[in-house]
């Protein structure tokens, strides 16, 4: 059974940096896409970033220029580093990681509190 992890979370201020990680733990191969999603109370899940196995990225117009996304397949570990946190960035973040069978793996999240 696979397992997915996330920690960094926190509170900060406005301004700050946060850099999230998300592991998987049990037996995990074929990785495709990876990647974070945030969801707020009230409103859809919605895709930050993700990246694919060659590498290529893709993001949310709102974290354009401040979120990088990264990833280490042999760990089989995703980030996400966020800077200039704002606080409409206050969320939990969710990993999800997919693989190449089609198995659509989800973490629990971890809160980003941000204030102004």
């Known amino acids: 059974q696979v397992r997915l992890v996330e920690s960094g979370g926190g509170f900060v201020q406005a301004g700050e940096s946060l850099r999230l990680s998300c592991v998987a733990f049990?037996?995990?191969?074929?990785?495709?896409?990876m990647g974070w999603y945030r969801q707020t109370a009230g409103k859809q899940r919605e895709l930050v970033a993700d990246i694919t196995p060659g590498g290529s990225t893709n993001y949310a117009d709102s974290v354009t220029g401040r979120f990088t996304v990264s990833r280490d397949i042999t760990k089989a570990a995703v980030y996400l580093q966020m800077n200039n946190l704002k606080p409409e960035d206050t969320a939990d973040y969710i990993c999800?990681?997919?693989?190449?069978?089609?198995?659509?793996?989800w973490g629990r999240g971890t809160q980003v509190t941000v204030s102004s």
């Open positions: 049990g037996s995990i191969s074929a990785l495709n896409r």
């Open positions: 999800n990681m997919q693989t190449r069978r089609g198995d659509d793996f």
